[in-house]
């Protein structure tokens, strides 16, 4: 991960300071304690397009939809944040 991380943003990559791995994540809108600034989210998986994009409120009216499936998107985690929704069902936990 780290690797992968210096390769789209040296600096960004040189500084982090922690990395979380979730499996069939569903989260409702939140705002991480820790996160004090952007942070890159990756889903690896067969799920459908434009089900699990990292959604982030870019302002009260809107949303901005990253597609983090099988690459790398980087959100401000200052701001409330979800995985939409995707179909557990179809897949092995």
């Known amino acids: ?12 990559g040189a500084n982090f300071t922690s990395l979380a791995i979730t499996h069939g994540f569903i989260g ?9 600034g952007p942070f890159y ?9 434009g089900q699990g ?10 949303v901005a939809i990253v597609n983090t499936k099988n690459r790398i998107g980087k959100v401000d985690g200052r701001f409330p944040h979800w995985v939409s929704f995707y179909d557990t069902s179809m897949y092995d936990r």
Do not use: M, R, W, Y
């Open 28 to 36: 409702s809108p939140h705002i991480d304690k820790q996160d004090t």
């Open 1 to 12: 991960a780290s690797i992968a991380i210096q390769e789209v943003d040296p600096d960004f």
């Open 53 to 62: 994009e990292l959604c982030v409120e870019a302002t009260p009216q809107t």
């Open 41 to 49: 989210g990756l889903a690896l998986g067969n799920h459908p397009d």
